[in-house]
């Protein structure tokens, strides 16, 4: 299907990834009424993970980066629990976002405004969501940025 956000996704040059099917003993989403939880999106780009611990031997622009891709993980499961249609997205409610960051490194939130950027920047409006953005000393498979999100549908 196609619609005004598949549209804006194409004026921004941007492709949504296949719905990554979950890796362990639990789905991708769960729709309660019109809420979706959407669980956490690793950061990947072009089927490869984005790993690396920002602070050590990734900077901030490089986390920045790979929550751009996990926000575009996210719009693909919300695709996908919506039959393909993201004209049945309301708005975005929550992110959380995961950074697997060193000791000293307290800029999580620069780090995951790169998804919250994308949103707005995909969605307007409805995009803008609540947030929170936290240091993980580790991540698994070792990537760079995890995030879930709760999303408003029809």
Avoid: W
């Avoid at 929550?67 to 992110?95: F, P, T």
């Avoid at 307290?106 to 240091?135: C, F, I, Y």
């Amino acid at each position: 299907m196609s619609g005004p956000i598949d549209a804006r996704l194409a004026d921004l040059g941007l492709t949504l990834p296949e719905a990554s099917a979950p890796a362990a003993n639990y789905v991708s989403y769960v729709r309660s009424g019109d809420i979706l939880y959407v669980s956490g999106q690793v950061s990947a780009e072009n089927g490869s993970f984005l790993t690396g611990k920002i602070g050590a031997d990734l900077t901030v622009e490089d986390g920045v980066h790979a929550a751009r891709c996990c926000a575009l993980s996210l719009l693909a499961q919300v695709r996908a629990a919506c039959d393909g249609d993201l004209g049945r997205l309301k708005r975005v409610v929550k992110l959380t976002g995961f950074v697997n960051s060193t000791a000293d490194f307290t800029d999580q939130p620069k780090v995951v405004n790169g998804a919250s950027d994308l949103l707005v920047e995909v969605l307007g409006d409805m995009g803008r969501h609540a947030r929170s953005a936290v240091s993980a000393a580790a991540l698994p498979l070792g990537v760079a940025v995890e995030i879930e999100g709760i999303f408003e549908i029809a």
